[in-house]
């Protein structure tokens, strides 16, 4: 190669990996979308975390294997679309096409391009589109780096993407409004996992959030399920190891078959979970409680019911809290649908209902309305696949899989129709256990 037009590549993908640490570059009419933050490789393999990184999408030789890159439009706007290239291996072709219904179109790549041109389009539906990147070459060929979708020539404000580091989806909130008597020492809710989301896994459908822990059910892979309870240890660390004596939380008793030790990464404390095959379109019950409240120590404890045997309770466990702020029981009532990996293509969906929160003198005082929350924003993770609301009398909340828009923004109040009416539970049984 010649020297300046090799000093010239060179320059080029100096300059390519200074953006890909920022992740984004944008002004009005012009933008380079980060595949690192938007795109996703199909059919998925236990290599998607080498084909896909912060560098772009590399590594890839498999004809078979589609990328997608998805954007957002909030208004119909024109555009004009190209492929950054990082490094090109071999001389090879690259098929193309805007969402399901264009035309595929044949991109042929050269070790001289950085910068190959897809074509101008121009798209009148609103909501989340993709370009879809596949090997058209024969078997054997390695296929370029692509780090950057460049958009060009669209109308200010059309088009929005992720600039996160964030691959995941947005985690979504409902924060209960508790009436009157605040002194809560039971929360009581419900949840329902459809089937139309059994197989996203990495989800985590929080039913009994509170300021000092939570619980709920997840989806940790294709075979593997839970119920979980947990702890926080009010001494701020993400390291367990860190915690002092004086701010342990100790375990006074479990269930049978649960699993309990320490977790850490998003503040530390005291962990437990039960791995069982719940199932989708089935409601469980959880219930979690304040067992006493005695100079500076709370002790929590956390059941949950199946309709695989009526209903009947069965400890998860039960910690006690050092340090504890919990002077005059439950603060901050919530539930939440969490991804908690970088599968943020998959869809995920959950039905909270007959949320009760038990004050400690015995009134039961129903939840009905809830503040929706998300932790997508403009500024740290720019998603727009999530929403909440009410069907069938339940709230319910979704994100991800880039399919259904926002129908709601944050901090809007959602109120589902009250039951009056809640179920028989018997606490001095549960006391005496």
């Not at 933050?37 to 199909?42: F, R, V």
């Not at 208004?75 to 004009?80: A, D, E, N, R, W």
């Not at 121009?122 to 054997?140: F, M, N, P, V, W």
């Amino acid at each position: 190669m010649h020297p300046i037009k090799l000093f010239n590549k060179f320059l080029a993908c100096s300059l390519l990996l200074i953006l890909t640490n920022h992740l984004i570059a944008q002004d009005s009419t012009n933008a380079m979308v980060s595949l690192y933050s938007n795109a996703y490789t199909y059919p998925r393999a236990n290599e998607e975390e080498s084909l896909i990184t912060k560098d772009g999408l590399m590594g890839w030789k498999d004809q078979d294997r589609v990328t997608k890159v998805f954007f957002y439009v909030s208004k119909p706007t024109s555009v004009s679309i190209a492929l950054q290239l990082a490094q090109v291996f071999n001389d090879c072709k690259l098929s193309v096409k805007l969402d399901k219904q264009t035309k595929s179109q044949l991109l042929h790549v050269n070790n001289l391009d950085t910068i190959i041109t897809v074509g101008s389009f121009q798209i009148k539906d609103t909501g989340y589109h993709y370009l879809e990147i596949k090997g058209a070459s024969k078997k054997g060929v390695k296929y370029p780096t692509i780090p950057f979708l460049l958009l060009h020539k669209y109308e200010i404000g059309s088009i929005q993407f992720n600039s996160s580091h964030y691959r995941g989806a947005a985690s979504t909130h409902l924060r209960y409004t508790v009436p009157g008597d605040s002194s809560v020492q039971w929360f009581y809710t419900e949840v329902k996992v459809p089937d139309e989301v059994k197989n996203s896994v990495h989800a985590y459908y929080e039913t009994n959030g509170f300021h000092s822990g939570y619980g709920g059910i997840q989806i940790n892979s294709l075979t593997e399920r839970r119920f979980i309870f947990s702890i926080w240890s009010l001494f701020k660390t993400d390291d367990p190891k860190q915690i002092p004596a004086d701010y342990i939380v100790h375990l006074n008793k479990k269930g049978k078959a649960v699993f309990t030790g320490e977790f850490g990464d998003e503040g530390s404390g005291g962990h437990s979970h039960l791995v069982t095959y719940w199932k989708t379109n089935t409601t469980y019950r959880f219930l979690t409680g304040i067992k006493a409240l005695k100079g500076d120590s709370a002790t929590y404890i956390g059941y949950y019911a199946s309709p695989d045997d009526n209903y009947k309770w069965h400890l998860l466990s039960q910690w006690t809290q050092h340090k504890t702020d919990t002077k005059t029981g439950f603060k901050r009532l919530y539930a939440f649908v969490e991804n908690f990996s970088d599968n943020g293509d998959d869809f995920f969906k959950a039905y909270y209902s007959n949320q009760w929160a038990i004050t400690f003198s015995g009134n039961w005082l129903e939840l009905t309305e809830a503040k929706f929350t998300t932790t997508a924003n403009n500024k740290t993770h720019q998603r727009f696949d999530y929403g909440a609301g009410v069907e069938n009398g339940k709230f319910y909340m979704y994100s991800g899989g880039f399919k259904l828009n926002r129908n709601i923004m944050p901090d809007n109040m959602i109120t589902r129709p009250a039951i009056g009416k809640h179920i028989d539970i018997d606490f001095k049984a549960l006391e005496r256990e």
